[in-house]
């Protein structure tokens, strides 16, 4: 199984709405990422777990949540977001040895905040 | 934050024409990679290159990297109207081995 699944594909969410986006990977991948990608631009990192922990956070805004309760799943709480959040949001995983190799995305929940 | 830079924005070519993007970035990397991502879907790894390597290629696909410019190039020989898609190059850092940051990224048409 070489697949990262996100779901749902797509989610349409008030402001005053929680919503949570889940990633999952069979790989046995160490490193999980969050990327948000605006339409015409190119993923932006936000958030890295490595071994269940978070190693690395872009500063993102705390209406973002993640948890990575276990080495499998990845989810990304939402809460109070707004328009401008509205994005595809893309989940990766890469194998112990990033140095050599890739990262494995999935295909996208396209978020839209209204 | 954005690691690099990519030329063109854009590009239109006809099918069997050859295709070339380039790709500068600012830090010291471990590796740098090319990723394909079709009408704003999921990316898929396309080829990895290491900092202590300057060629590599892959089937139709041939990347350099002159880390002395901090510069790396996207060949795509003989294009297909399958390859249009977007592509971006990605590098991870020699500090940071889990962070994986992407460039501008080219829209690639292939007009058959």
């Known amino acids: 199984d070489t697949e990262v699944t996100q779901t749902p594909k797509h989610l349409v969410m008030g402001m005053t709405n929680k919503k949570s986006l889940k990633c999952e990977q069979h790989m046995g991948h160490r490193a999980m990422y969050w990327y948000k990608q605006k339409a015409k631009k190119p993923p932006e990192l936000m958030f890295v777990?490595?071994?269940?922990?978070?190693?690395i956070n872009e500063s993102v805004p705390s209406r973002f949540s993640p948890e990575c309760p276990n080495s499998s799943l990845l989810n990304l709480h939402l809460h109070a977001l707004q328009p401008e959040d509205s994005a595809l949001y893309l989940c990766?995983?890469?194998?112990?040895?990033?140095?050599?190799?890739?990262?494995?995305f999935g295909q996208g929940t396209r978020l839209t905040v209204v | 934050s954005q690691q690099g830079e990519e030329d063109p924005q854009a590009l239109s070519i006809q099918e069997g024409e050859n295709a070339t993007m380039n790709c500068s970035y600012k830090?010291?990397?471990?590796?740098l990679q090319w990723y394909r991502q079709n009408s704003g879907r999921g990316l898929v790894h396309l080829i990895l290159?290491?900092?202590?390597?300057r060629e590599k290629h892959s089937g139709r696909l041939r990347v350099t990297l002159d880390t002395s410019k901090k510069s790396s190039s996207l060949l795509i020989t003989a294009s297909r109207a399958a390859d249009t898609a977007s592509y971006f190059c990605a590098t991870l850092r020699s500090y940071n081995t889990d962070k994986l940051i992407f460039g501008t990224g080219t829209r690639l048409q292939v007009f058959p």
């Open positions: 830090t010291s990397i471990n590796n």
């Open positions: 290159i290491r900092s202590n390597e």
């Open positions: 990766a995983s890469s194998p112990f040895e990033i140095m050599n190799t890739e990262a494995f």
């Open positions: 777990y490595s071994y269940e922990k978070l190693s």
